[in-house]
């Protein structure tokens, strides 16, 4: 009833607040005898706002918002599986959520950093893990600039790389950031790396090597990756695994396996430390032996003594956050781990591809796959003959009004139109149904009555937003 | 344990929908070679047992009954509210708010994020978060250059020194070249293929500039140059003039003392505020506010995605992509249920109580406080006999101060305390009487 | 989109459950060893439910719940007031939700009761409480024991007991229990006791006293309680007060100095301790000092060797419940009493009073206002005047489809029709006015669309229920 | 602090509105001797402050790290779905669901709780709840008098004796004559006069009875006497055969097993079943299905009301209105969560770990068991040294068993020890050298 833009500063009143502050018991002493007064602000635009309107203003935000708890959330690339509520009950242990990343007595926290990093390299097959970064593209970052250290330390002119055109938009941004130039791979009709481009590429001599995720952003497991890896070894390159899409290979197989010497995980993803809305994530990166010295510092090994840092390497690219990475994080994704153990992993990777491939069959019948093969964890489908002018926006927010999330659109960019599905291993069979069902009528509401989706959504908090408007006049803040 | 919900049956019918005959067949794109017989992990657990081990795991950690260690990561009281909001599953359970309409609870909560930090902070505008204060000055570094086309950069010596080493990483990446200078060397430093200066106030060892004047005098020498501040708590707004109101350029901060556990240092709120006029060259996610297209309604948008690597790729002018949200959400909350008197308020008891201790230790023979300048929660202190000072310190259960020399070994016997809110009359009491202890010249023996 | 009528049994899946079964650890010996096989169930007609689904499945009921943290609450007599949230922290703090009532070890909880027990006799005026009573009833149970074993102890044949018209239906209930039987006392018009009606019933000889709250179900302060509570004295009788109305009293007078000896609390009111949808309360009770000696046991005394229980004295009518009552409750009225404080507590009577007669004035405007004079935390409005055939339920129906909450509809039940409105001090004057503004539209909506209102709701997740057929054909489990 | 919303404006804004001139005003009422001056309370405390206060006052109690103690309240392991499910605000802040169609949410979790019961217990119809175990069976024992129009009643020895007591409260209340027997003679002391027989099972010495054999011979003897089944620990319902498999007229049970933390013993869960043919004599709420009036939905409402206070006032079948709602949906989540797998596989560890501490002890010199017939979680021990024992548990940081004396003077050095499935080994172990320790002629000192 009330409208849904009061904001949570219209909310104040002119009472002062003191639920929050600790009584003073110290006698104070002149303020300006500390600081002086021309250091001080002079206004504070921020109101007071009773505890009742705080709980209720976000409790209503909150109703407002789709969740994994709400049901299927079928982004592509996003791996949104539900996230174990024990795990929020671990990461708040008082003995992990209260302690200070320089403190002593720190021995429970190396130890766990240390034994998630055994089972890691266990997973993917690489040699050694660094948890400083904060995230998917964090990772990748710290893993190009491992690249770049290593052919510096080669005394090798390489700032080319090799990154195919379905790739996730922060692979060639993290490339860009430590240095490299791109060099655009086109995918095969397939949906596979040609083996011919790459050698050609890698004949030049300036190209460090190539990122890869694979299964790709199509759900295509190329067939060809040890070829690939091959090659880009052949000629001294270094193949970096983007672990975004590594959910259904999940004891199936490994990217050390496959070839990769540098890859990155997305605990909010594959490891389900929750998304929460946009992070916090986090995207430790993984390495072979030969780059072990490379990863940045600190890393955590075993002593007779107890866990320590490793000494400071000549090798290392040095730091690439504040302290020990975003531990709250790694302690849920090492709980997750704990509690799937060897077969539960397997599972997930099993599940994963069943439920991809089981939404595959049964949306192809209506929709056009460009890619009609098994696919892994997710797939993709395209506009293509969809009649009426109506484009995937329009389905994706008609899918809003059923009650359910949308999948990821217009991504990877190779396919047009596209929608990138991937369900995840933690739905069920009913909710798999429901979505099928949800994308059938939708089919048939294209053809019987297409202003309905040109228009959708109706059954949300606010009918479709101008994107335009919001870029063409910014309005960031109240 | 697992989170699977199909059972057997569900699992054969779904693979004859398919056409499969096995969950194997699922996988016959992979090379047989590369197919795993079995991982090497333990068996799983479940949630007893996995609590339990967790729990013994965490208790090899120690928890103090107050802490007076600082440098970076700060211990002040979290208001009920923030974990009752952050724990609501609407909010955690989410991903990227992508589309809009079944997201207008996150990106309305973002917006107000948005909106607190440029009100706190009276810069022009503030970003969705980026990943934390080391990161968040690493991306003001690079911004800096893109705005200025320039690669030089000149640090004020007192900046954390784990974020000088996350910027000497970027920067390297970028081959931007930079330099630290001492205050009193930064003027003559200062060209115009300078980009910017990066300083921190409150500083790493807890002077406060005047920043105004700081400000000034690099505009002075050189117009083009941008100013950037960094801060590693940023309570002390509550009192201390806004960087809007010093003409800063670009400021950033580590969120985490807005209500965010310590959590052995992350995760933590990168935040990045800056002058409207760099607005398009800023790293990371913005949420606007827009209308409906066809009603009168307004909403909540994620805007000017054009600078961002979804869209612009290699063009980006970050590649952040997951940022910190959660995290923003719960330092909004921390601000929101403090409000404008209790944030005064929090940084006034900051000031005060570290002024207080700062006296009480002047007075004891063989300390020394080292600032010149004025001071907000942290302060320097040269002590007789810092071992002592440190097992003093845990026998009365304080986690004791950071011995600065593991990050300026040349620095011996000096140890930067932090003294926040969260510090009682009676925990206080506690350390002075442990630095008396640790005295040479200690008043009656033990 | 799926059925509101979806139980979690029907989100069972074959697959056995394991997640919440500790490994065993012991080798198992034969059961059949152990027990006896007759002794053993056969069939067991539960599911295993994922993890996810019941997640999800409550998830989606408690959005299709209203409560405190979704907006007003007017429920009269309920004090549905906000629920501090750092109340559901201190509760769950371990060494407060992980001990046992048997153990020793318990000097922090038995301080914890003790210290509220000297808080609420300064509150109330009393001199003794127990805190057995796991709510409002059977505090009063509890209490209308204690005045039986008085008489009883006195050898006086006392079996009747005075209550007013306008009283909860707990309280002849109780008394009842107790083994009285009830004589009605009629209120006058302006809603208060006539003074000759209980001297009359007095001097019969057989009344053991009197059951009154007050301010009673009306909102109305009886200005001659101290007559009222003398005459009883005069006889020799006792008074009894349903503390349900507490919260506007606040710091601003108190039952002992209306002169009762006996009365119970409602935390689940008062004292803000959430109402968990139906409970957990708690129900202390607060005896005079001549009464003290007939609380069940045990109750909690401090000596130099700590706090022990009290020994058993025969006065005592022996337990209500088993060990301490709802430590879990009382941990909640505790905090809260500690964090208001004697001005908080004050703030909370006089601001209680100011939103009610707030809302009584605007109210009356349009709904027919019975007692029309300063009411205290509630009033009460009747259907009187309006037209169409439209009744309190259809109002009540029609405040639901404008996303607030009914109050509490025929009850007193001498006013008919009745309406009892109590807003409680945690709302804010917007939201007062919102409800004002929406029972100005329903007002005007008896007149210009009746239907709508005899239709209503139309916003819930159901339409009107059919409580007639429930009751006729109960269908009490799937 | 408070939560009051209110500025000095808005009061001044509301007063007028009123046409009062102050706060006081509105107390005209109120005899003005009755006026309180101030309260004699502490100032309020912040939230800081508060939380502070309160974990420093639980400190003063202790928590260990196993426990061997039931005796009516139990440790077993709650699933972590429990507490996220009840801190779910749309359920622990609502008011009873007066207002079907606004409280669908609660209402069909409450049915689905009625259901849960049960087809757990077999028996036909469940209330919403009840206080706990103890009320319960007093409300159960008020039933049988209702529904046979008989004042007495037969308990029959080792029921729970806190139990016990609350039911003598209530039935001297209503002059109800009650009488504890021992079972050789409980056949012998049934008449046309008892309204019912009351027994637990497994009782309080751990005991568990025969109760279809027992419902036989008490039919037998007066066919027309109601049978009344309580139990402290009903997790043993997913092993043993239910109630209703042995034609019990009535079944209560405290349910804090089911998912509650023990909380010093309180909050808990009154469980109450009967037979249908009882249904109208039930104390208590109770959910039903039903439709809407002009629609094709179905729907949750409270039922059968007119048996309650709120209508009934003194004809009511009971006195309770607020009851354990949020109690009773904990332990839905707590049965849901462990499904029919959970719920059996938690029995037979209660069942097979407390045998295997039975057999352990038996074997220690000094220490007998003394149950006779077959046990669940709990046993009574006959020890050398009872005190010995309590030091030693207390010096592995285990929570001793209870020293049945405490309630039965006459029962000296006797233990009642409780094992359940949250004793690891690793606690049954050193619970086991504990009692070596404790043994008179223990094997090599100390
Ligand atoms: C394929 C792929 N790579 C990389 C990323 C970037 O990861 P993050 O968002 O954690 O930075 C994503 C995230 O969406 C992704 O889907
Ligand atoms: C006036 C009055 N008295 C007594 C009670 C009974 O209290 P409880 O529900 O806690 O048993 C109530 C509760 O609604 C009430 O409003």
Same mark, same amino acid.
């Given at each position: 009833?009330?409208?849904?833009?009061?904001?949570?500063?219209?909310?104040?009143?002119?009472?002062?607040?003191?639920?929050?502050?600790?009584?003073?018991?110290?006698?104070?002493?002149?303020?300006?005898?500390?600081?002086?007064?021309?250091?001080?602000?002079?206004?504070?635009?921020?109101?007071?706002?009773?505890?009742?309107?705080?709980?209720?203003?976000?409790?209503?935000?909150?109703?407002?918002?789709?969740?994994?708890?709400?049901?299927?959330?079928?982004?592509?690339?996003?791996?949104?599986?539900?996230?174990?509520?024990?795990?929020?009950?671990?990461?708040?242990?008082?003995?992990?959520?209260?302690?200070?990343?320089?403190?002593?007595?720190?021995?429970?926290?190396?130890?766990?950093?240390?034994?998630?990093?055994?089972?890691?390299?266990?997973?993917?097959?690489?040699?050694?893990?660094?948890?400083?970064?904060?995230?998917?593209?964090?990772?990748?970052?710290?893993?190009?600039?491992?690249?770049?250290?290593?052919?510096?330390?080669?005394?090798?002119?390489?700032?080319?790389?090799?990154?195919?055109?379905?790739?996730?938009?922060?692979?060639?941004?993290?490339?860009?950031?430590?240095?490299?130039?791109?060099?655009?791979?086109?995918?095969?009709?397939?949906?596979?790396?040609?083996?011919?481009?790459?050698?050609?590429?890698?004949?030049?001599?300036?190209?460090?090597?190539?990122?890869?995720?694979?299964?790709?952003?199509?759900?295509?497991?190329?067939?060809?990756?040890?070829?690939?890896?091959?090659?880009?070894?052949?000629?001294?390159?270094?193949?970096?695994?983007?672990?975004?899409?590594?959910?259904?290979?999940?004891?199936?197989?490994?990217?050390?396996?496959?070839?990769?010497?540098?890859?990155?995980?997305?605990?909010?993803?594959?490891?389900?430390?929750?998304?929460?809305?946009?992070?916090?994530?986090?995207?430790?990166?993984?390495?072979?032996?030969?780059?072990?010295?490379?990863?940045?510092?600190?890393?955590?090994?075993?002593?007779?003594?107890?866990?320590?840092?490793?000494?400071?390497?000549?090798?290392?690219?040095?730091?690439?956050?504040?302290?020990?990475?975003?531990?709250?994080?790694?302690?849920?994704?090492?709980?997750?781990?704990?509690?799937?153990?060897?077969?539960?992993?397997?599972?997930?990777?099993?599940?994963?591809?069943?439920?991809?491939?089981?939404?595959?069959?049964?949306?192809?019948?209506?929709?056009?796959?460009?890619?009609?093969?098994?696919?892994?964890?997710?797939?993709?489908?395209?506009?293509?003959?969809?009649?009426?002018?109506?484009?995937?926006?329009?389905?994706?927010?008609?899918?809003?009004?059923?009650?359910?999330?949308?999948?990821?659109?217009?991504?990877?960019?190779?396919?047009?139109?596209?929608?990138?599905?991937?369900?995840?291993?933690?739905?069920?069979?009913?909710?798999?149904?429901?979505?099928?069902?949800?994308?059938?009528?939708?089919?048939?509401?294209?053809?019987?009555?297409?202003?309905?989706?040109?228009?959708?959504?109706?059954?949300?908090?606010?009918?479709?937003?101008?994107?335009?408007?919001?870029?063409?006049?910014?309005?960031?803040?109240? | 344990?697992?989170?699977?919900?199909?059972?057997?049956?569900?699992?054969?019918?779904?693979?004859?929908?398919?056409?499969?005959?096995?969950?194997?067949?699922?996988?016959?794109?992979?090379?047989?070679?590369?197919?795993?017989?079995?991982?090497?992990?333990?068996?799983?657990?479940?949630?007893?047992?996995?609590?339990?081990?967790?729990?013994?795991?965490?208790?090899?950690?120690?928890?103090?009954?107050?802490?007076?260690?600082?440098?970076?990561?700060?211990?002040?009281?979290?208001?009920?509210?923030?974990?009752?909001?952050?724990?609501?599953?609407?909010?955690?359970?989410?991903?990227?708010?992508?589309?809009?309409?079944?997201?207008?609870?996150?990106?309305?909560?973002?917006?107000?994020?948005? *909106?607190?930090? +440029?009100? &706190?902070?009276?810069?022009?505008?503030?970003?969705? /978060?980026?990943? @934390?204060?080391?990161? $968040?000055?690493?991306?003001?570094?690079?911004?800096?250059?893109?705005?200025?086309?320039?690669?030089?950069?000149?640090?004020?010596?007192?900046?954390?020194?784990?974020?000088?080493?996350?910027?000497?990483?970027?920067?390297?990446?970028?081959?931007?070249?930079?330099?630290?200078?001492?205050?009193?060397?930064?003027?003559?430093?200062?060209?115009?293929?300078?980009?910017?200066?990066?300083?921190?106030?409150?500083?790493?060892?807890?002077?406060?500039?005047?920043?105004?004047?700081?400000?000034?005098?690099?505009?002075?020498?050189?117009?083009?140059?941008?100013?950037?501040?960094?801060? *590693?708590?940023? +309570?002390? &707004?509550?009192?201390?003039?806004?960087?809007?109101? /010093?003409?800063? @350029?670009?400021?950033? $901060?580590?969120?985490?003392?807005?209500?965010?556990?310590?959590?052995?240092?992350?995760?933590?709120?990168?935040?990045?505020?800056?002058?409207?006029?760099?607005?398009?060259?800023?790293?990371?996610?913005?949420?606007?506010?827009?209308?409906?297209?066809?009603?009168?309604?307004?909403?909540?948008?994620?805007?000017?995605?054009?600078?961002?690597?979804?869209?612009?790729?290699?063009?980006?002018?970050?590649?952040?992509?997951?940022?910190?949200?959660?995290?923003?959400?719960?330092?909004?909350?921390?601000?929101?249920?403090?409000?404008?008197?209790?944030?005064?308020?929090?940084?006034?008891?900051?000031?005060?109580?570290?002024?207080?201790?700062?006296?009480?230790?002047?007075?004891?023979?063989?300390?020394?406080?080292?600032?010149?300048?004025?001071?907000?929660?942290?302060?320097?202190?040269?002590?007789?006999?810092?071992?002592?000072?440190?097992?003093?310190?845990?026998?009365?259960?304080?986690?004791?101060?950071?011995?600065?020399?593991?990050?300026?070994?040349?620095?011996?016997?000096?140890?930067?305390?932090?003294?926040?809110?969260?510090?009682?009359?009676?925990?206080?009491?506690?350390?002075?009487?442990?630095?008396?202890?640790?005295?040479?010249?200690?008043?009656?023996?033990?």
């Amino acid at each position: 009833m009330t409208s849904n833009l009061t904001l949570i500063f219209n909310k104040g009143t002119k009472r002062s607040q003191h639920n929050f502050i600790p009584e003073m018991d110290i006698d104070r002493a002149d303020l300006a005898e500390i600081i002086p007064s021309s250091f001080q602000r002079e206004d504070f635009p921020l109101p007071d706002i009773p505890e009742v309107e705080i709980v209720r203003h976000y409790t209503e935000l909150s109703r407002k918002n789709y969740g994994i708890d709400s049901g299927i959330y079928p982004l592509g690339s996003c791996t949104m599986k539900y996230n174990p509520k024990i795990n929020e009950v671990i990461t708040r242990l008082p003995a992990f959520s209260q302690i200070h990343p320089l403190q002593e007595g720190n021995q429970g926290a190396l130890e766990l950093i240390h034994q998630l990093s055994e089972m890691l390299i266990e997973i993917t097959g690489m040699d050694g893990f660094t948890f400083q970064p904060a995230a998917g593209a964090h990772g990748e970052l710290t893993g190009i600039l491992i690249m770049k250290k290593y052919f510096e330390n080669k005394n090798l002119k390489k700032n080319k790389i090799l990154i195919p055109d379905s790739a996730h938009g922060t692979n060639p941004s993290s490339a860009k950031m430590a240095g490299f130039s791109i060099i655009e791979v086109r995918s095969n009709n397939a949906g596979e790396i040609p083996l011919d481009h790459i050698e050609f590429a890698m004949q030049q001599g300036d190209v460090a090597g190539i990122m890869l995720t694979n299964p790709n952003t199509l759900g295509i497991f190329d067939r060809q990756i040890k070829d690939i890896t091959n090659i880009i070894h052949k000629y001294g390159g270094l193949c970096y695994y983007d672990g975004a899409n590594l959910n259904p290979m999940l004891g199936i197989c490994r990217p050390g396996d496959m070839g990769f010497d540098i890859i990155h995980l997305n605990f909010h993803k594959t490891f389900s430390t929750p998304h929460g809305g946009g992070g916090p994530g986090s995207g430790p990166v993984g390495v072979i032996k030969e780059l072990v010295s490379y990863l940045p510092e600190p890393s955590i090994i075993a002593t007779e003594q107890g866990f320590v840092c490793r000494e400071k390497t000549n090798n290392s690219i040095g730091r690439i956050k504040c302290f020990w990475g975003n531990f709250g994080v790694i302690v849920r994704a090492y709980a997750y781990i704990l509690a799937l153990g060897a077969e539960g992993l397997k599972r997930v990777g099993q599940i994963a591809v069943l439920n991809a491939n089981y939404l595959r069959v049964l949306l192809k019948e209506k929709y056009h796959l460009p890619y009609d093969r098994i696919c892994q964890h997710e797939f993709v489908l395209s506009d293509r003959g969809i009649e009426n002018n109506i484009t995937t926006e329009d389905i994706a927010k008609r899918i809003l009004d059923y009650g359910l999330y949308a999948p990821t659109i217009y991504f990877p960019l190779i396919v047009k139109g596209a929608m990138m599905i991937e369900p995840t291993e933690t739905e069920s069979k009913i909710s798999l149904d429901n979505f099928v069902e949800v994308m059938n009528k939708i089919y048939n509401e294209t053809k019987t009555n297409p202003e309905l989706l040109k228009n959708a959504p109706f059954n949300t908090p606010v009918k479709r937003l101008d994107a335009a408007l919001a870029a063409r006049k910014p309005i960031l803040h109240d | 344990m697992d989170f699977i919900l199909h059972d057997k049956e569900t699992i054969a019918e779904m693979l004859t929908s398919i056409g499969v005959n096995s969950l194997e067949e699922l996988f016959q794109d992979i090379p047989a070679d590369l197919l795993l017989e079995k991982l090497n992990i333990p068996h799983g657990l479940s949630e007893p047992d996995l609590l339990r081990r967790l729990e013994e795991l965490s208790n090899k950690n120690k928890i103090y009954s107050s802490s007076f260690l600082g440098a970076g990561c700060y211990y002040h009281y979290i208001p009920s509210l923030v974990d009752f909001v952050i724990s609501l599953s609407g909010f955690y359970t989410a991903y990227t708010p992508y589309q809009a309409e079944a997201s207008q609870g996150y990106l309305q909560a973002i917006y107000e994020y948005q *909106t607190a930090i +440029t009100r &706190l902070t009276q810069m022009d505008v503030a970003n969705a /978060s980026v990943y @934390d204060g080391s990161t $968040a000055l690493a991306e003001a570094a690079i911004m800096a250059t893109i705005a200025t086309q320039k690669k030089k950069l000149i640090l004020l010596e007192g900046i954390h020194p784990e974020y000088v080493e996350v910027v000497k990483t970027y920067c390297w990446g970028q081959d931007i070249h930079f330099e630290i200078v001492m205050e009193d060397t930064l003027i003559s430093k200062l060209d115009d293929s300078v980009a910017a200066v990066l300083f921190q106030s409150p500083n790493f060892f807890g002077d406060i500039e005047n920043v105004s004047e700081l400000v000034q005098k690099i505009r002075d020498k050189a117009p083009k140059c941008l100013v950037v501040q960094v801060m *590693t708590d940023p +309570t002390c &707004l509550g009192v201390l003039k806004p960087p809007g109101k /010093s003409d800063i @350029d670009i400021f950033v $901060a580590e969120g985490q003392s807005f209500g965010i556990s310590p959590s052995f240092g992350g995760p933590g709120l990168g935040i990045f505020a800056s002058k409207q006029k760099y607005l398009r060259k800023m790293p990371g996610r913005l949420i606007g506010k827009t209308n409906e297209i066809d009603g009168e309604r307004e909403g909540f948008i994620l805007t000017l995605q054009t600078r961002e690597q979804h869209i612009r790729r290699e063009k980006a002018t970050s590649n952040i992509c997951t940022n910190q949200a959660l995290c923003a959400l719960a330092s909004l909350i921390y601000l929101v249920s403090l409000g404008k008197t209790g944030l005064q308020e929090i940084a006034l008891q900051n000031f005060q109580k570290s002024h207080y201790v700062k006296q009480k230790l002047a007075t004891i023979p063989g300390y020394q406080i080292l600032n010149k300048k004025p001071t907000y929660n942290e302060f320097l202190v040269k002590c007789p006999n810092v071992n002592k000072l440190i097992e003093q310190c845990k026998q009365e259960n304080l986690l004791p101060p950071l011995i600065i020399s593991k990050y300026f070994p040349d620095m011996k016997d000096i140890v930067l305390v932090c003294v926040t809110e969260s510090n009682s009359r009676e925990d206080i009491e506690k350390f002075i009487h442990a630095a008396q202890k640790a005295s040479n010249k200690n008043i009656g023996g033990n």
